[in-house]
């Protein structure tokens, strides 16, 4: 498909490379962008490649089927509505806080200052552009009155015994847009024409023509001057942003890249949005069920230290885990990035065997009656509608005091995670 000059090609992380794909974007794909699998070659990001008349979309691993994808390579307005979601999820997720998404953070500005836009595209949407507040005082008579200059500076007259002053003095309070405001414009406005495909926004439609952008050491020259006399925190935020969105930019353009190596992360992250809003429970044929109405579940990543050295030791670090004291139910879910699985999760395992009885009571360690029923589920992405499997069950023969453990794999449908993730 050929949309503004540019020839669109659709793939997703861990598909097989298409050759064709492999030769028109040789100058934008490096060895990191490709896994080496048994059956071939596999890309390994997600993102985006512009050139001056290509473009490559690399989806999330499982977001679409056959069918789906050939219907989005030939209709243009869908394709942009994925990829706008798509970038969405990033920029959501990369505004977490924590050092697991530092990854995320610097992948996003690897190639295009997208966190000082997003930060100067913050102030714009909160304040409005940039401004200076500046009082004039004309004659007039519409208008609030500066009674004290009015007196000072206007004729007075007396007549039939009043005194009148003949003109007033009219004070109006002017907002000037500075040079900081066409910064601001400039930043937001060539950032949206440029990454239509994927970004959108409002505009800010400010001439300015006057100044020469082209010049960037000039503008960053001024900014930090500008910077020093700026009292507000957001103000200092801003310009800071600006400050360091002209010092990435390249003026000439070319290649553009967004490659994502880290959306396990992000995938981990709406996981455990879609498990706190919908998940209603696992019913008697140990399948997950969801609900249609938002809820308030605590899934929560905790940290365990069953090795007996403590925090010196090993640890255990399940991605959501929730116990309901009152029916003395516990879940224990993983989220895998995966295409497909391949081999027994043994981690999921040794989450059971070795938290089998965290937080029993002590004095009677022994009581079965205290143990919890634990669900343990691995948790990946899928083009269909929302399914569970059997992951592992547990023979008998190799633990009899354990007759009905086992691991589900659920799928959940990566499109709809997606959407409820940035709603």
Known sequence: M?????????????EIVDPTVRKNFADCLDSKDIHQSAEGERYNFVGFIFTNDKMLISFPKRMFGSVKRK??????ASLKKYMRLLFKCIVKASSQKG?????????????????D????????????????????????YAGTISWKDTILRSQKIITEGNLLFQPLVIREDIREHVFISKCMAYAIDSTLDQFSFFLEGRKTGLDIKDIDFQNRNNVIKKLKRAK????????????HALISFFESIDPRGGIFQLKIYSFHVVWEDMVRHYLTRFFKGINDRNEMEFSDEARKNEFKKRIFHPDIRGEAGYALEPDFYWYLKDKNIRYIFDAKYYHKIEELDHKQISYYFLLKHYGLDKNNPGQVTDQPKTYNALILPSEGENESIVHFRLNPFFNRD???????????????VMEYYFK
Do not use: C, H, W
């Not at 836009?117 to 007039?140: D, N, P």
């Open 2 to 14: 050929v949309f503004m000059g540019k020839k669109f090609y659709v793939v997703q992380e861990a």
């Open 99 to 115: 050092e697991k998404f530092a990854g995320i953070r610097q992948e996003l500005a690897s190639s295009f200052p997208f966190t």
């Open 117 to 140: 836009f997003l930060e100067i595209y913050k102030y714009y949407i909160t304040y409005g552009l940039y401004s200076k507040e500046r009082e004039i005082k004309k004659f007039g």
């Open 402 to 416: 354990e007759n009905d453990f086992e691991i589900i794999e659920q799928y959940l449908n990566m499109e709809k």
């Open 71 to 76: 219907y989005l390579e030939e209709n243009v």
């Open 228 to 239: 020093t006399s700026a009292f507000k925190d957001a103000d200092k935020r801003l310009i």
